[in-house]
T-cell receptor
Framework: DAGVIQSPRHEVTEMGQEVTLRCKPISGHNSLFWYRQTMMRGLELLIYFNNNVPIDDSGMPEDRFSAKMPNASFSTLKIQPSEPRDSAVYFC?????????????FGPGTRLTVL | GENVEQHPSTLSVQEGDSAVIKCTYSDSASNYFPWYKQELGKRPQLIIDIRSNVGEKKDQRIAVTLNKTAKHFSLHITETQPEDSAVYFCAAGGGFKTIFGAGTRLFVKA
């Protein structure tokens, strides 16, 4: 199993530009999570999906952030327009809910720098 | 709302000593308590977990304890080694999602 795949691994962009982060969860997993990690705020849950349906997006910081999961094997997190304070590492994680636990397997992350 | 508090935020120990990280959670419905280790520049990875029907679990040098009544759980690392240096996250879960603690940065001095 290749694990959770994220792309790009690094993204440098200028303020005001649109940024799209991509995630492919582990095959067979039914839940997907987007996290943001910074030194100041730690690991923050932005949104999570179950069976491709968004369950809780209360962690999404503002309307500039949006996430989609069009099918079981792909999700995107979009920031438009991007701002310097969005600079962070964004992790995608997936899990198989329903087996008595929610072990989350993290992808390698996307390091986003907004200049 | 749901919350997981983790202490200490930073922990420095001498190689060979033990390290203990403590967490408390607020949601009494939580029934799954994983611990993740994140090395510098890497992703968080599960190192051990415990479920609510178990009070203690051990895996080599790592052990976790759970007190559901007090809503406390702890990670114990014995005979620490320099490669144990990392950020450790506790978490509490049940249902779909997991609530993470703020993390403990562990330094093991050789």
């Amino acid at each position: 199993d290749a694990g959770v795949i994220q792309s790009p691994r690094h993204e440098v962009t200028e303020m005001g530009q649109e940024v799209t982060l991509r995630c492919k969860p582990i095959s067979g997993h039914n839940s997907l999570f987007w996290y943001r990690q910074t030194m100041m705020r730690g690991l923050e849950l932005l949104i999570y999906f179950n069976n491709n349906v968004p369950i809780d997006d209360s962690g999404m910081p503002e309307d500039r952030f949006s996430a989609k999961m069009p099918n079981a094997s792909f999700s995107t997190l979009k920031i438009q327009p991007s701002e310097p304070r969005d600079s962070a590492v964004y992790f995608c994680a997936s899990s198989l809910v329903g087996q008595g636990g929610v072990v989350e397997y993290f992808g390698p992350g996307t390091r986003l720098t907004v200049l | 709302g749901e919350n997981v508090e983790q202490h200490p935020s930073t922990l420095s120990v001498q190689e060979g000593d033990s390290a203990v990280i403590k967490c408390t959670y607020s949601d009494s419905a939580s029934n799954y308590f994983p611990w993740y280790k994140q090395e510098l520049g890497k992703r968080p990875q599960l190192i051990i977990d415990i479920r609510s029907n178990v009070g203690e679990k051990k895996d080599q040098r790592i052990a976790v304890t759970l007190n559901k009544t007090a809503k406390h759980f702890s990670l114990h690392i014995t005979e620490t080694q320099p490669e144990d240096s990392a950020v450790y996250f506790c978490a509490a879960g049940g249902g779909f999602k997991t609530i993470f603690g703020a993390g403990t940065r562990l330094f093991v001095k050789a």
